[in-house]
């Protein structure tokens, strides 16, 4: 089974490059980026997606400026801190990608491990290994 972990202090995070990657595999359309700018969550330019370190993309296009109230789920929005670290596609990035994959405090790896080991992933200030489980008493 690979799993997908970060190895550097930071966090677990996909590059806006591995964010529209995942998007064009599983919906078949480049995604939509949207920022902060004066307060409101405003629909970007691809040059404003370059230069701008918080963005949110969603697989569809939700208008110039996206509701305050808004449900992001129900709005299509692309986490690029996935929960499931085996998901085949984010795996698919990872490979392709290689490097160009990792945002700003992430090196993100794949660990391939035995499909019938009970594993989970430990962090120590977001920099990840991937464990075997098993009891523990205190």
């Not at 939700?62 to 109230?69: F, M, Y």
Request: aromatic content about 12%.
């Amino acid at each position: 089974m690979k799993i997908l972990i970060n190895t550097c202090f930071g966090g677990f995070c996909f590059s806006d490059e591995a964010v529209a990657l995942y998007c064009q595999k599983r919906y078949q359309r480049s995604p939509v980026f949207y920022g902060r700018k004066n307060g409101n969550m405003v629909r970007l330019t691809h040059v404003e997606v370059k230069n701008d370190h918080l963005i949110y993309a969603f697989t569809e296009d939700n208008g110039p400026v996206l509701p305050a109230n808004a449900d992001w789920d129900e709005m299509g929005y692309i986490n690029p801190r996935p929960s499931d670290r085996t998901d085949p596609l984010w795996v698919e990035v990872a490979q392709e990608l290689g490097t160009g994959a990792n945002s700003s405090s992430s090196d993100i790896v794949i660990v391939d491990v035995p499909d019938d080991v009970k594993w989970f992933i430990s962090d120590y200030d977001g920099s990840e290994h991937v464990a075997e489980s098993h009891r523990t008493w205190c």
